[in-house]
């Protein structure tokens, strides 16, 4: 896919008019026009807006850093980006604190669709049964990062951090000052883990993605 093609479907994804995003990178409707027609190629103050406006790098954005595979005679651009391999509980929590230069995994554009290329998206291998209606043991989950609890919705699947340093995968729930964290397990003995807001509770980020093998 080209440049071209690649702003304009971040916009439409968006459900965002030309005129709309072109107050955002303040630039004309016109300018936004061609640079969806291919007519003219973006500075590079105005790739850094289309980055950050629909959360994807400049390098996606260009086509860079990436890797081709040619399967079935049909190209298929990869991206690569950060992986945890079992350190992410969804039963028993684990400490991740302290790891770098972590490896990285390839995952086709795509699976990912309007994530693909995303700066804030990583890759953890999931430990434990406590999800295991939805994600068994051993999958593989994207995260994507959150800043704040309120960009999240009753009912998605975090990745959280106790105020002991450890991490777990559960569904959560906002209920008034309280933070509701949810099993979702063919096994009894996992339970609900409930905690005041103003505890020392991180959302490190939102599952927007899973891997199931049958």
Same mark, same amino acid.
């Given at each position: ?117 995303? &700066?804030?998206? %990583? ?10 209606? @939805?994600?068994? =043991?051993?999958? *593989? /989950? #994207? ?38 964290? &949810?099993?979702? %397990? ?10 005041? @807001?103003?505890? =020392?509770?991180? *959302? /490190? #980020? ?9």
């Amino acid at each position: 896919m080209d440049v071209s093609s690649k702003l304009k479907n971040l916009r439409k994804n968006s459900k965002m008019t030309q005129l709309e995003l072109a107050k955002k990178l303040f630039v004309t409707k016109s300018a936004v026009s061609m640079y969806e027609r291919g007519e003219r190629i973006p500075s590079t103050d105005v790739l850094k807006k289309y980055s950050e406006i629909f959360d994807v790098s400049i390098d996606y954005l260009l086509g860079e850093q990436k890797d081709h595979l040619e399967p079935l005679a049909r190209a298929v651009s990869m991206y690569t980006y950060p992986y945890i391999d079992d350190y992410i509980s969804a039963g028993s929590p684990v400490n991740i604190d302290g790891m770098q230069n972590l490896p990285r995994i390839h995952i086709p554009d795509e699976i990912l669709g309007k994530f693909a290329g995303s &700066k804030h998206l %990583s890759f953890i291998k999931v430990n434990g049964e406590s999800m295991n209606k @939805i994600i068994p =043991n051993g999958s *593989i /989950i #994207g995260v994507l990062n959150y800043n704040s609890i309120y960009d999240l919705k009753n009912g998605d699947i975090v990745v959280y951090k106790t105020k002991d340093n450890d991490f777990a995968v559960k569904y959560f729930y906002h209920i008034k000052n309280k933070l509701i964290f &949810k099993p979702s %397990s063919t096994l009894d003995c996992y339970y609900d883990k409930i905690f005041d @807001i103003n505890e =020392n509770i991180e *959302i /490190i #980020g939102k599952v927007v993605l899973y891997s199931v093998i049958l």
